[in-house]
């Protein structure tokens, strides 16, 4: 239509919530007051803490509070319980800026990097499933983690993730690429994001703040996000190691209970709180007139009904003209079945109960729980059931209300058994369809770490649980090792299906496990292996299961350097499932992280015996043949990669490396040229064919490399440092002093920037300087053999 667009359904839904929103008056006037302060002003307030219990109406709160802020022309983001880490927070509130008309370029240039990364680290992750576990509970192919540009890696990662979960796979990457770039930005950027993202954040909200009198950001369902939000946030407040957010900045926080002292209590004079409480009489009685609800006795059965708690009475307040029903004991539950006998259409009211036993709905979900519906059409009822009160929208989906979901789902349990666990049957018969469907064409190991595959699996284990919650139990915890191997943040969605799922039944077995897996992932540090620990625990944990839990905390050992628990899990792993491949190799790379090639290769050549598909035990033969000084082997493994995959990056770079080290620079070339063409922002790459044109005198392609690459990854010392390279061999030695200097500054521990620095410095006869810097090489790598053996021929020179 010609002009402005129509207004979207949420709009409208929108637009009609706020015409009808009363109460709440003295709150919303310490909200809007704030705005009338300025920052330098002792009464202005930075954060805002609205907590209540469920149904009080902190959603709708919060809905005004956005609407007020904006009134005062704040720049405004709202963040919700579907962001399951701080990465995520990060790109909702990147979104919604841009969609405001201030976009945070540089904050989207790093997590597109991020992102970037990762998808290179999942890439170049030769992780294959060998044989053994099943989808449910099989994730083989994520060895973790790290950065570098091309390390394996898969999923969303947070400051709660375990460390040596997103280090997993660094021993085969740090052979391949050397130790001089393990401490690349790329590496940080992966295994710690919040240091690398979070001051991008800081200083894009303090450039946008000049442009704008106010920004507000909203959390809401904090009681849901806070467990790995609240140091961040804090350390956001109080100006931590991320920077100061603007002055003119103010946070609000909405969830259920009081903020975490542990985390909090330092700060309490800077949260303003805003307690909730059920509506007071005039309050409810005045919604209740604005509803249209004026008899006094509906009014009078209304309030006793709602507890006068805004979610109820909104659900109620349609209902004005229904018989009081009587003797029921829970008011929560008196007041669905009221709604529900007000809804005079049955097929609606089968449909409003169906509706809340899935936990997030959309169209297909909700064909899929109303089942046949009654002949009615199930696109038409969720059409109405959208407008009810107590659905709203969060992640793109539509879910009910607690408050309302809770005791609908009570009543369909205690009513018929039978028809509840049918319904479960069901749902969980959709989602596993759904779930083949998300993996349709992928391998095991790309099914586990696809998002897509892991959510429908998260629902089906849901509802399998609702069902029969003992005979499910086992098949659900199966699933835990698979979700320990994806990280922190889908082992915290996987405990959290437990408690869901024991709260929808009432089992406290079902609650207190999940509760349990909740608190092991509160420890930052070693959260994963802890709920691992619990798992192995567990008797119901079948061999399969603790094969894959034991191989992926001997992973995480590894990435950790406690190589005695690392054979040990290893060990333990192949005891139980000898056919797997996997814990061949992982034991191999212990092995070669040691220093002990005949043995690696050993467990290497077991691996390659068991391997069923894919590349992973051929390229990491490859690399241990590399180190262990036999080339011709390395490039015979890395020719069988490339066999079976002819477009794999990684076995093409490391095939390039060994020709290099063998004279064969136009072997070399040609191979990081086709790396390229297929990969083109590979950094590692890029920096390798640099050095493979420097080896040529082609000084011209090496610049032209290395300012490509420093271009995407610009505080990168790796390729700082080898543009010092480049500029020493052209004799340009103080620049090139200049560059390692640059080197050094990002990475002081960067033995192979001081060793080369020296160079230069006996190049233009400081002799002193030059002995000094290989001292200091040795001194931070006492194996470096390089930097010795210059170090005994300059000094063999000046006798």
Not at 97 to 120: I, Q, S, V
Not at 241 to 263: D, E, K, R, W
Not at 320 to 338: F, I
């Amino acid at each position: 239509m010609a002009g402005s667009a129509r207004p979207s359904m949420q709009e409208l839904i929108n637009l009609r919530r706020h015409a009808g929103f009363v109460g709440r008056r003295s709150e919303l006037a310490l909200f809007r007051a704030n705005f009338d302060t300025q920052p330098e002003d002792l009464e202005h307030r930075f954060v805002f803490h609205v907590h209540g219990n469920a149904g009080v109406g902190k959603t709708t709160l919060v809905r005004e509070f956005v609407r007020t802020a904006r009134e005062r022309q704040a720049l405004t983001a709202t963040v919700d319980e579907s962001v399951n880490s701080v990465p995520e927070v990060l790109e909702a509130l990147a979104d919604q800026f841009a969609r405001l008309g201030h976009p945070l370029k540089a904050l989207d240039r790093a997590l597109a990097t991020y992102r970037r990364r990762r998808d290179e680290a999942s890439a170049a992750s030769l992780a294959q499933p060998e044989q053994g576990p099943t989808a449910g509970s099989l994730a083989v192919a994520q060895a973790g983690l790290v950065g570098l540009g091309m390390v394996p890696g898969v999923g969303a990662l947070t400051g709660a993730v375990d460390p040596a979960q997103l280090a997993r796979g660094a021993d085969h990457v740090r052979a391949a690429l050397g130790t001089r770039t393990s401490r690349q930005e790329d590496a940080r950027l992966l295994t710690d994001p919040l240091h690398v993202l979070t001051p991008t954040l800081v200083a894009e909200l303090d450039r946008v703040a000049s442009q704008a009198p106010w920004i507000a950001v909203f959390f809401d369902t904090y009681e849901r996000t806070g467990p790995f939000l609240d140091t961040w946030l804090r350390d956001l407040v109080i100006g931590g190691p991320y920077g100061s957010l603007p002055a003119n900045a103010v946070i609000t926080l909405s969830g259920q209970g009081p903020l975490a002292p542990n985390c909090w209590a330092d700060c309490a004079d800077l949260v303003t709180e805003v307690p909730l409480t059920p509506f007071t009489e005039s309050e409810a009685r005045q919604f209740l007139t604005a509803k249209g609800v004026v008899d006094d006795t509906v009014v009078r059965d209304v309030l006793r009904l709602s507890r006068r708690l805004p979610v109820l009475l909104s659900t109620l307040a349609v209902a004005e003209n229904a018989a009081l029903p009587g003797g029921v004991d829970d008011p929560s539950a008196t007041a669905v079945e009221r709604f529900l006998k007000w809804e005079r259409e049955p097929t609606r009211r089968a449909a409003a109960l169906a509706g809340a036993l899935p936990r997030r709905l959309n169209e297909d979900i909700f064909t899929s729980a109303v089942g046949d519906a009654g002949g009615a059409d199930p696109s038409a009822l969720y059409s109405w059931l959208r407008t009810m009160p107590f659905v709203s929208d969060s992640g793109g989906f539509a879910h009910y209300h607690d408050v309302v979901r809770d005791p609908m789902l009570r009543l369909q349990r205690s009513v018929s058994p039978d028809r509840w666990r049918a319904a479960h049957d069901r749902l969980a018969e959709s989602f596993g369809q759904r779930r083949e469907s998300a993996g349709a064409g992928l391998q095991t190991w790309e099914q586990v770490e696809s998002e897509a595959w892991w959510v429908e699996r998260l629902e089906e284990i849901y509802h399998l649980l609702c069902a029969q919650p003992r005979l499910a139990f086992a098949r659900a915890l199966g699933d835990g090792p698979a979700a320990c191997a994806a990280g922190a943040e889908s082992a915290r969605r996987w405990a959290h299906v437990f408690t869901e799922a024991g709260e929808a039944v009432t089992d406290d077995a079902l609650r207190d496990w999940g509760s349990h897996c909740l608190a092991a992932l509160g420890d930052e540090q070693r959260g994963v292996e802890k709920l691992l620990g619990m798992l192995l625990s567990r008797t119901e944990l079948d061999d399969t299961g603790r094969a894959l839990a034991f191989m992926i905390r001997g992973e995480g050992h590894s990435d950790e350097a406690r190589y005695a628990a690392a054979f040990e899990d290893f060990d333990r792993a192949i005891g139980l499932a000898p056919q797997w491949a996997r814990a061949y190799t992982g034991r191999a790379l212990v092995h070669r992280a040691l220093g002990q090639y005949e043995k690696a290769l050993e467990d290497h050549d077991r691996a390659v015996e068991r391997r069923v598909s894919g590349t992973r035990p051929f390229w990491h033969r490859g690399e241990t043949n590399r180190l262990a000084g036999r080339p011709e082997a390395a490039i015979a493994d890395f020719d069988q990669v490339l066999v079976i995959d002819p477009g794999h990056v990684l076995a093409l770079a490391s095939r390039a490396r060994t020709a290099h080290t063998q004279g064969r620079s136009a072997a070399a070339l040609a191979d990081l040229d086709l790396a390229l063409d297929i990969k083109p922002d590979h950094i590692w790459s890029l920096v390798r064919r640099a050095q493979v044109r420097r080896s040529l005198d082609d000084t011209g392609g090496a610049r032209a490399d290395l300012d490509r690459a420093l271009a995407l990854s610009p505080r990168n010392p790796w390729i700082v440092g080898e543009r010092g390279e480049l500029l020493r061999q052209e004799g340009r030695f103080e620049d090139a002093i200049a560059e390692y200097d640059r080197a050094l500054a990002l990475d002081p521990g960067y033995a192979w920037a001081v060793g080369s620095r020296a160079m230069a410095h006996e190049a233009l006869g400081r002799r002193v300087e030059a002995l000094a810097d290989l001292d200091r090489a040795l001194t931070m790598k006492p194996s470096y053999r390089w930097a010795a053996d210059q170090r005994e021929r300059i000094l063999a020179a000046t006798l």
